[in-house]
């Protein structure tokens, strides 16, 4: 009898053990097939080099193909609407840009970030006052002090309208009592060649959008935004340490349709902290000169919340 009984217990344990791996095994039975990665910009341009990198180097520990589509349109909208929208089984995801929080404040749009489950930061880059190396203003204050005694002289451009660099310019003119012309453009490059040809006054884009001409010697950067300097920059001050609290910075981030399960979140956010450690990411993110800033999802999701509050706050404030 006690030896019926020893069996029964081992037979016991082993289908147990059994059950609790077959049970481990269902959790992790994610990616069954091909991930599809939307990009809401053209390929090309700095989010899709950012997307491709970022899914060919999580592959191999996700153990399938991540293939990046470009859903271009509206500012964003076509591509952020696609990832909000989907199926919350991890098999559409996106790599999300700051305008998901920046489009509902000007117009209707289909999507909402709470719509979206975060799942890693992977960039964010402040804006900055970048001017010609050769005028007038060399600190942020002298820039500020002629703007209010010439209101509305001083030209600026770094992107379209109600763009990032347009909205940072917006939060800088209302916290400094200033006011400026905005020429919108189709982007920082156009931008830059404006500001080098004298065509325009300075630029908002961001430290790294600049650096190569002020490397050059051609252009000078008078200060950025954010709570702490550029790292590339380290001697550039804030507009922060000047009084001036502007938090305007761009970011990207993967994001998936709000329901999909956490097991499949945090399997997908393993794989991609990995892709942004890996030094193919670090290398395509120093040549097309963006910064590197990580959150996890529950971070992630916090800055965005509190993004879009301040964003609608300068959006309502200006009436875009």
Same mark, same amino acid.
């Given at each position: ?6 069996? *029964? ?7 147990? *053990? ?5 049970a481990e095994?269902g ?8 991930i ?5 910009? %053209? %390929?090309?341009g700095g989010?899709d080099?950012?997307?491709?990198v ?13 293939v ?5 349109? =509206?500012? =964003?909208?076509?591509? +952020? ?13 996106g790599l999300?840009?700051?305008?998901? #929080?920046?489009?509902?404040h ?11 489950e975060?799942?890693?930061?992977? &960039?964010?880059?402040? %804006?900055?006052?970048?001017v010609r %190396?050769?005028?007038?203003w060399?600190?942020?204050? !002298?820039f ?5 005694? +010439? ?8 992107t379209g309208?109600?763009? #990032?660099?347009?909205?940072?310019l ?9 006011e ?9 490059a156009p ?7 004298? +065509?325009?006054?300075f ?6 959008e600049?650096a ?5 010697g051609?252009l000078?950067i008078?200060?950025?935004?954010g709570?702490?300097?550029h ?32 097991e499949?979140?945090?399997?997908? +956010?393993?794989?991609f ?11 395509t ?10 959150r &996890?999802? !529950? ?11 301040s ?10």
């Amino acid at each position: 009898m006690k030896k019926i009984l020893v069996v *029964l217990l081992i037979l016991t344990f082993s289908l147990t *053990l059994f059950a609790e791996g077959q049970a481990e095994k269902g959790k992790i039975n994610y990616p069954t097939k091909p991930i599809h990665m939307v990009v809401p910009w %053209a %390929a090309g341009g700095g989010t899709d080099a950012v997307a491709r990198v970022l899914a060919k180097e999580a592959e191999p520990f996700l153990g399938t193909t991540i293939v990046v589509e470009n859903r271009t349109g =509206g500012g =964003g909208a076509v591509g +952020h609407s696609a990832v909000s929208s989907a199926k919350p089984d991890g098999y559409l995801i996106g790599l999300t840009t700051v305008e998901l #929080i920046i489009q509902p404040h000007i117009q209707d749009v289909p999507y909402s970030h709470e719509e979206m489950e975060p799942i890693i930061q992977v &960039n964010s880059d402040p %804006a900055s006052v970048t001017v010609r %190396a050769d005028a007038p203003w060399n600190t942020l204050e !002298e820039f500020l002090e002629y703007a209010r005694q +010439h209101p509305g002289e001083l030209q600026c451009s770094g992107t379209g309208y109600a763009g #990032i660099w347009h909205i940072a310019l917006l939060d800088l003119s209302q916290k400094s009592g200033t006011e400026f012309t905005f020429i919108p453009s189709t982007g920082a490059a156009p931008a830059i060649t404006e500001l080098l040809g004298g +065509h325009i006054d300075f630029t908002t884009a961001s430290p790294p959008e600049v650096a190569a001409q002020v490397e050059a010697g051609q252009l000078k950067i008078l200060a950025v935004s954010g709570s702490e300097r550029h790292p590339n920059f380290p001697d550039v001050p804030t507009m922060a340490e000047q009084g001036y609290d502007v938090q305007t910075p761009v970011w990207r981030g993967v994001q998936a349709p709000k329901g999909t399960p956490q097991e499949i979140i945090d399997i997908l +956010h393993d794989a991609f902290k990995k892709s942004f450690e890996s030094e193919a990411f670090k290398k395509t993110m120093n040549n097309v000169g963006l910064g590197m800033v990580y959150r &996890n999802g !529950e971070g992630f999701k916090k800055m965005i919340a509190e993004s879009y509050d301040s964003f609608g706050e300068i959006v309502s404030a200006f009436d875009l």
